[in-house]
């Protein structure tokens, strides 16, 4: 018999940006484990190319466009995926952008984009989710930070400041509604291998420096983050809420620095 406590089997989960990256892998996580799941993203095509392939595999996914950045899209969204799956149990917002520059040269059309999406994107997608929740009295939503999170790298900093800012929601929506039954937690992946970053990681100077001072000694790959969004989305979780789970080979367990060691 299959261990109950870490089951999301039979869950409704609606995924923001879940065609691609740590999205898509977490979709796929869900799915091969018996949940029912809706992704959404701003393109359609690589929505159906997602979709496509977790169908051919067997598992249940959907999928429909919606950029977050557009409150009326997330309105329409959220009323659509409950008409498709009845309810929500799990909320994931993954969706997120960056722009990589130093900080006296971003505008503010440059901060609006990057923080409409990771920010009031991910703020009015757990407002309007939330509000069904309370109306069931159950649910749990898992917002995607980043080690930005825990301490700001240099040349993102509006994209910085947002995951500051989800980290706030995270704690600050986990106090509201735990009287609704419902728990709120993060998950800050470390440095990831996706098409967001994998400019980035060609370069070999970045690939010495993560081998420096990453203790697993390796970049995070997609599916890396499946295991611990299982835990905060299921039973396992149960006492936990308002929380920030780094799933960073370690990273942020301390400073390394090239003192040699005998
Ligand atoms: P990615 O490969 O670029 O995927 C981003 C996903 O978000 C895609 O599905 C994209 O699809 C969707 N998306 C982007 N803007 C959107 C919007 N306005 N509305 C709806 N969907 C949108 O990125 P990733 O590396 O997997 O990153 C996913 C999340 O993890 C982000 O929040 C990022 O900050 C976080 N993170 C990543 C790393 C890393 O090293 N990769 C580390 C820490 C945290 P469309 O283009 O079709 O919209």
Redesign the pocket.
């Known amino acids: 018999m299959s261990d109950q406590l870490f089951s999301v089997s039979g869950q409704h989960i609606l995924i923001?940006?879940?065609?691609?990256?740590?999205?898509?892998a977490i979709a796929e996580g869900f799915a091969a484990r018996g949940a029912k799941v809706l992704i959404?993203?701003?393109?359609q095509e690589?929505?159906d190319a997602a979709v496509n392939e977790m169908q051919e595999a067997g598992m249940s996914v959907s999928g429909m466009t919606?950029?977050?950045?557009d409150p009326e899209q997330i309105k329409s969204t959220v009323a659509a995926a409950i008409d498709q799956m009845e309810h929500i149990d799990t909320l994931i917002n993954?969706?997120?952008?960056?722009r990589r520059q130093r900080a006296e040269t971003f505008t503010a059309a440059d901060y609006d984009f990057v923080l409409d999406?990771?920010l009031r994107?991910a703020f009015l997608m757990s407002l309007e989710v939330g509000r069904h929740m309370i109306e069931r009295r159950s649910g749990t939503q898992i917002n995607?930070?980043?080690?930005n999170t825990w301490m700001p790298l240099k040349g993102v900093l509006p994209?910085a400041m947002s995951?500051f800012g989800m980290q706030g929601m995270t704690r600050g929506l986990a106090l509201e509604w735990g009287r609704h039954g419902i728990r709120v937690n993060s998950l800050?992946?470390?440095?990831?291998?996706?098409?967001?970053?994998k400019k980035l990681w060609s370069d070999p100077a970045m690939q010495a420096w993560n081998a420096a001072n990453s203790p697993l000694g390796r970049l995070?790959q997609?599916d890396d983050m499946i295991g611990t969004a299982i835990f905060l989305a299921s039973k396992a979780s149960a006492f936990m809420t308002g929380q920030t789970l780094y799933v960073d080979g370690g990273f942020s367990s301390g400073w390394s620095w090239p003192i040699p060691l005998s």
């Open positions: 923001t940006g879940g065609s691609r990256g740590i999205g898509r959404c993203s701003r393109s690589s929505i919606c950029d977050v950045s993954v969706a997120g952008v960056n999406t990771n994107g995607i930070e980043s080690l994209y995951k800050a992946p470390g440095f990831v291998l996706t098409d967001l970053t995070g997609p």
